[in-house]
């Protein structure tokens, strides 16, 4: 049963042109979190949602937002997409944002930039 | 220094060898320490976590920390083509921390 489900899979997208990744959870979990991966890179933090209240880290560039507009579902908005954001993006829960907690990966979705 | 280290590899073994998979970290204060396991376009997902010091053992794994050297260890034992994989340590300090990932070929 898929728990942590991220569309689509493939986004290919034009230089400039706004892009939105989606996910969703059957977890009911509190925190939801965005995770850029580049080819052999560790995955890097974007930002998090605990319920409603964002996190940003503070690197994340501005050209990425977020939307959580309820428990299940999480959005990844990247405004004006450069080359350098063709990546793995890694959506993931978890119960609770304590740092023993488990985190649950959906599959990402593999963005590339023309 | 970054906070946490990790050899990207590649490694090959032959199936049935004892793989070890390494990662150093900078900081004394971590105190939980995770490995994640990440197949080829999948998300990854976590396979072990240990608290302090010492080892734990789930089948045929095995997490070791050493926390005076900062230094953490996963092994495999008898290890299987299933095992192929990118293997991830990741720190916690609230937010975890993710190394680059190992990426490791058990061939038949």
Redesign the interface.
Known sequence: DAMVIQNPRYQVTQFGKPVTLSCSQTLNHNVMYWYQQKSSQAPKLLFHYYDKDFNNEADTPDNFQSRRPNTSFCFLDIRSPGLGDAAMYLCATSRDSRGIEKLFFGSGTQLSVL | QKE?E?D?GPLSVPEGAIVSLNCTYSNSAF??FMW?RQYS??????LM?T?SSGNKEDGRFTAQVDKSSKYISLFIRDSQPSDSATY?CAI??????????T?LSVKP
């Open positions: 946490v990790q990207p105190q939980y994640y376009r999948k998300g990854p997902e976590l976590y608290y991830l916690s300090q609230g937010n975890l921390i993710f190394g680059k990932g990426k």
